[in-house]
C-alpha cells in the first residue's frame, strides 16, 4: 500500500512523539514503503513532504527551513512546503497531510 | 475627432518622435514638413556612405511607403517660413497654410561655414568644389565631384570631419585634414587622447592633419585649387569639404517669436517655454541650458514628448541626459563619456597610455563614481564604462579592472554577442538563453534571476556574467536588488545596521532576530546559517544556540556529500601527523568500512562516505579533536617542513603553523578561513594565496599576506605586514580574522574583503591602530578562543532527539507500521 492510496483513504498513522523533532527541524518516516520528511515548524505546525531531492537525491530532512519552504542541504533548492512547489525552477515534490495530536505526529487527514 | 498634429523637421528626430507617439496609439491626423525631398534616413550613416559601406538604401529609417501605411501626410521639399501661434497655423515656402493643434519643431541643425574668404561663390552658393557635410544631397554631390578630383582638405578635426576625410580616401588620393584647435576632437578629448589619435589617423590612415590651422582663404578663380592658412602655407586640393560644426536651426521659431537662445527653449516635457501645444525636439531644442547633439539623447526626448502629448504619463518628464558615445572615428576606435578632463585636485584620475599601439585610456572617478572616461584605440571595455557612468554604479576597487580584462573568461564576452545556448554558470549549468527566460517572465533582479535559475549560485565566478546578461536582457530596466546590501537576504539591513540593531535589542538567537527586526516577523531558511555566525561571534558564550538555525554541517559537525552521507576530517595540526595518530585512522577506517580515505588540501586525512548515525562512535573511536573540515570557519594551517628538516628553510613554519591552528582552531566566520605558514619565499606551504598566509624570510622575519585565494578565484594576497617575532605572527593573525569576522559579509572570503576595505586601510587598523580597536579587536578573539569546544566531544548525547538520525533510507529507518 502507498502513502498515497492510505492518505486518501482518510487512514491516520500515527509516526511518532512530537519530542522527537526538535523545533525548526525535520526528521524522517518510512511509511507503508515510502520515505518522508516530516518538518515541525517553529511555528508549531507540522508539514509533510517526499523525503528525496527530486533535483539529486539530497535528504530534505537535513535541510534548513522556516514557516514556508525547506532547503535541500545538497545544493540548495528550495521547495514549499505547504504546495510542494520549487522556488528554483525544480521538478514539485509530494505533500502529505500530517498535524500534531497532543503530544503525537499524526500523518493523515 | 482626432487632433491635429503638425511636425516641422523630418529627420531623425521628428520622424522618431512621430513613431513614439504611433507606438502610444495617439490619435493624431499628422502632417510633416521636411526641407530635404526625401523619407526619412540615418544621418549618422552618411559617413558610411561616403566611406562606400553603406548603399542609399540602406540607409533609409522609413521610406515613403512608411508614411503613406501610417496616414501621414509628408510635404517633403517644403520649408516652413513662420508660425501663427495665435491662430495655430504654419505657413510653408510654398504658400500653404496648415492649421495644427498640436505643433512639434524638430528642425535640427544646418552646416556651418567658418567666414573664409573665397568660401562662397556669389551666384552658387559654395564655390566650386566647396562641400557642407550634412545632408545627402552634400554627400551625393561630394561623391559624384570627388571622383573626378585628386586632393581634397577637409576643414574641422571634430568628429564630422574626420568622418569625412576617411570616407573622402575612398574616392581620391589624398586628403589632409585641417583643425582650428591644438588636438582632434577637443569637444570630446583631451590633448593627450587628442595627439594620440593624430598619430593613428596619420600613421595608420595616411591623413595627413594639421592643427592649430586656421583657414583664411579659398584659393582658385572659378574653381577650387587650394587652400591658405593663416601663417601663409598653402595646400594645393581641387576639393574642400567643411565640416567645422553644427548650427540648431531655429529662425523660423525666433521669427514667431518663441523664445530661442542658443536653441529653441523646452521645459521637461519638451514643451516650447511657454507655450502649452508647441513641443521642439532634438538638436534644435535648448533643455536646461544644455543642447545636444547626439541620438541618444534624442530618442530619450521623444519618449518624453509621446507620452506627455498623448497623454499616456502627463509626468512624463526629461531631465537631461548624460553623454557618451562609443564609435569608430575614421576606422579607430574612441569612446568618451562626461569629464574629458579633471575638474579638481580631488578628482581620481587613472590614464593608460600605450602610444605605439595608439591605445589611449583615460577615467576620471570622483567620490568613487565614474565622472569621466575617454579611450581610444581600444573600445573593449566602453560598454561597461558607460554603464557605470550612466548608472552611477559602485566601481571595483582594482581601478585596472574598468580599463583592462584581467583574468577569468567571464568578463570578456558580450551578452549580445552569445548565443543562446552558451553555458554561463558551469556548475549548474545555466545558458543564456535560461537567464533571458527568466528576464522576460518578469524577473528584474539580478538576484531573483540567480534564485530563479540558480545561475551563480556554485562557485560564484559568472556573477558578473549573470548580471551584464540580466542587464542586457532587461533592457536598462533592471531593479536595483534591495537585498544586495543586506547582510542575510531575510533581515532588510546591511551588516553595521543588523549589528546595531542586535545590541541595541540583546537578541541573542536567530528567531529573536526574525522576530524583532524583520517587518511581519517572518523566518528565512536562507538566512539563518549567517545569522547563527554573526550571533555567535557577537556573543560568544552567551549565544542562544538554536540547532534548526545550523546548516546540517553545523548540527552534526560533517560535511555532507552527494549521497547524505558525511565526511570526517580529524584535527592535524600544521599538516603533522605521527604513526600512532596514523594507526588509529587506519583503525576506524577498517572498522567502520569507510569507503575512501583521502588526503586533503589542507594537509589532512580525510574518511569519505560516513552515515550520520555512525559519526558520533566513529569520533569516539578516533579519541582527536574536529577539523572543521565543514563549517564557515577557520580550516587549516598548511605548512611546510620548515627550517627543521628543509635546507632551504629560514624559519620554523610548522611550528608557528601549529600554533596558529592550536589557538584559533574552530573559529567561526563569515567564509571559510584557510591559512598557511611557509618556511622560505619558495612558498611549498602556498601562504601567497591564503586568506592569511605567512611566509618566513632571511633575517628571522615574517611576511604576513592576506585575501589570497586559490579557489574559483585566484589572487595572490596582499602584504599586511612584516614582523620579527611568532607572537607578533600570532597576535596580528587574531586581530585580522577577528576584523574580517566583524566587518565582512556573510560568505565574502577575504579575497573581496581585503579589496573592499583595501590592505592599506587594513593595515592602518590592524597594524597601525590607527582607529584604535586593536585592544578590542585582540580582546574579543581571545573571548572566542577561550569559549572554544571541541564539538566532536557532543557525542555521549546527542544536542537533540534524533540529531544523528539518518534522513535517507541508506539504513533502516524508523519503521511506522500502516494501520488502515
Known sequence: ?109 | MSQRLVVIGNGMAGARTVEEILARNGDFTVTMFGDEPYGNYNRIMLSNLLAGVETEDGIFLNDLAWYQENGITLNAGVKIQRIDKARKVVFGDDGSETPYDKLIIATGSYAWTPPIKGIHHPKRGYHQGVFAFRTLDDTRAMIRYARDHERAVVIGGGLLGLEAARGLQNHLNHVTLLHAMGHLMNTQLDAKAGSMLKDSIENKLGIDVIVDAMTSEILGKDRVTGVKLGDGTVIECDVVVVAAGIRPNTQVAADSELPVERGIVVDDQMRVRGESDVYAVGECAQHRGEMYGLVAPLWDQAKVLADHITGRDLDAAYTGSKISTKLKVAGIDVASMGLKEPATDEDEVIVYSEPRKGVYKQIIIRDGVLVGATLVGDNRKAAGLIQAFDRGMALPEERAELLFDIGGPAGEVAPADMPDDAQVCNCNGVSKGAICGAVSAGCKTVGGVMDKTRAGKGCGTCKPLVQRIVEWAAGGEVEEDPAASWYVPGVPMPKPELMAAIRKYELKSVSSVFDKLVPGGEHDAKSKMGLASLLKMMWADEYVDERDARFINDRVHGNIQRDGTFSVVPQMKGGVTSPAQLRKIADVAEKYDVPMVKLTGGQRIDLLGVPKEKLPAIWADLDMPSGYAYAKSFRTVKTCVGSDFCRFGVGDSTALGIALEERYQGLEGPGKMKLAVTGCPRNCAEAYCKDLGVVAIDGGKWEIYVGGAAGAHIRKGDLLTTVGTAEEVIRLTGRFLQYYRENANWLERTYTFVPRIGIDRIREIVVDDADGVAADLDAAVEEAVQAYKDPWKERAEPATPGQFRTSLPLTVLPQVPVRS
Open chain 1, 1 to 109: 500500500m502507498t502513502l498515497s492510496t492510505s492518505a486518501s483513504s482518510n487512514t491516520r498513522t500515527v509516526l511518532g512523539p512530537l519530542a522527537d523533532i526538535p523545533p525548526g527541524e525535520g526528521r524522517s518516516y518510512v511509511v507503508g514503503g515510502e520515505t518522508i520528511a516530516v518538518f515541525h515548524l517553529r511555528d508549531g505546525s507540522l508539514r509533510a513532504v517526499s523525503a528525496v531531492c527530486p533535483h539529486k537525491g539530497g535528504p530534505l530532512a537535513d535541510g534548513q527551513i522556516d514557516n514556508r519552504v525547506v532547503v535541500c542541504p545538497l545544493h540548495l533548492n528550495a521547495w514549499d512546503l505547504a504546495t510542494g512547489c520549487s522556488q528554483s525552477g525544480q521538478p514539485p515534490i509530494d505533500v502529505y497531510p500530517v498535524r500534531a495530536d497532543g503530544d503525537l505526529i499524526v500523518l493523515g487527514d
